[in-house]
């Protein structure tokens, strides 16, 4: 079964510290990995995902396929940055359903 | 261009009673999903639309939920004697074939 792990359910730091975010996933098979973002009376919206390694607003996450990890990481915070973070998990080959994590909620104190 | 839209933004409805819940996805997007939000978790999937068919509808709890998308477009989906549990935010979204999936604002449904 296709399972997301998000272990820290909220986040804080200061600004300009480093920030992880933490993102385990279970699948047999070739996964797609993707993060959301969901700022303050927003909709969910797509930040990066794994197939475009991309650096979207200074953050970064790198699939271990061996450590079945997606780890999103910033190494310098901001304020902005305040948000609800969704790491899901595609099945690869096209438009298909994702399956989400619970989500870590960020706050990035002054 | 406009967005992904849902309609009502808010549903209040009492137990045993039917709801429709509205999406219009962005124009051109061959794909839609509905998803489910319960308070404090992420998005559950409910199902998926490549063009007027259900290509999977695996997330769909039980013969309660119905969804339609007769032309393509805009879709619709169904709840029938709703109970409590159904209460969450019901999610939209739309996406080319093979490409990111853009989502709606979102219908509070609150079953009292």
């Known amino acids: 079964a296709q399972r997301v792990t998000q272990p820290e359910k909220l986040l804080s730091v200061f600004k300009g510290a480093p920030v992880e975010l933490k993102c385990n996933y279970s699948?047999?098979?070739?996964?797609?990995l993707f993060w959301y973002v969901q700022y303050s009376r927003q909709r969910l919206q797509l930040l990066l995902r794994h197939i475009s390694r991309e650096s979207i607003k200074g953050f970064t996450a790198d699939l271990n396929k061996g450590e079945t990890s997606f780890h999103l990481k910033k190494p310098f915070a901001q304020e902005e940055d305040s948000a609800m973070y969704y790491c899901?998990?595609?099945?690869?080959?096209?438009?298909?359903?994702?399956?989400f994590g619970k989500g870590t909620k960020l706050t990035v104190n002054p | 261009g406009a967005g992904v839209s849902q309609t009502p933004s808010n549903k209040v409805t009492e137990k045993g009673k039917y709801v429709e819940l509205r999406c219009d996805p962005i124009?051109?997007?061959?794909?839609l999903y509905w998803y489910r939000q319960s308070l404090g978790q992420g998005p559950e999937f409910l199902i998926y639309?490549?063009?007027?068919?259900?290509?999977?509808d695996s997330g769909l709890p039980n013969d309660r939920f119905f969804a339609v998308r007769p032309e393509g477009s805009v879709s619709t989906l169904k709840i029938q004697r709703t109970e409590r549990g159904d209460s969450a935010v019901y999610l939209c979204?739309?996406?080319?074939?093979?490409?990111?999936?853009?989502f709606g604002p979102g219908t509070r449904l609150t079953v009292l």
């Open positions: 899901a998990l595609g099945q690869g080959g096209g438009s298909e359903k994702l399956v």
């Open positions: 979204a739309s996406s080319l074939e093979g490409g990111e999936q853009f």
């Open positions: 124009s051109g997007h061959t794909a």
């Open positions: 639309f490549q063009g007027t068919g259900a290509a999977d």
């Open positions: 699948y047999s098979g070739s996964p797609e």
